[in-house]
């Protein structure tokens, strides 16, 4: 599966935005998806992970509360909402994809996510 990320920009502390990732496969109820950044100097981590179903999400510390991933199934998509945005949000982030067969399994693990979209960048200013 091939993933295009978007929605990234420029924008002030406190602001919102809204990430969209898409699929180029209409298999994509197959893959369970996930959101990561990679902050300038830092490695890559996890952000946010939705199950195939879409019943379960899995958040990391630092995308809790603020951050709300969601998937579409007839779309091939999953947005991003990031609220309440800090600057240490500024990253690129990238969504990733695994295939499984369990409807409801959700994991945060890198390296258990297969297929990788090409990042879009995030600025937020102080």
């Known amino acids: 599966v091939q993933l295009q990320a978007s929605g990234g920009g420029l924008v002030q502390s406190g602001g919102s935005l809204r990430l969209s990732c898409v699929a180029s496969r209409h298999t994509f109820n197959k893959y369970v998806m996930g959101w990561f950044r990679q902050a300038p100097g830092k490695e890559r981590e996890f952000v946010a992970a939705i199950s195939r179903s879409a019943s379960n999400t899995y958040y990391s510390d630092s995308g809790k509360g603020c951050f709300t991933i969601s998937r579409d199934n007839a779309k091939d998509t999953v947005p991003l909402q990031m609220n309440s945005l800090k600057p240490e949000d500024t990253a690129v982030y990238y969504c990733?994809?695994?295939?499984?067969?369990?409807?409801?399994?959700?994991?945060?693990?890198?390296?258990?996510?297969?297929?990788w979209g090409q990042g879009t960048e995030v600025t937020v200013s102080s």
């Open positions: 990733a994809a695994y295939e499984s067969s369990n409807w409801y399994e959700v994991r945060g693990a890198m390296n258990q996510y297969d297929y």
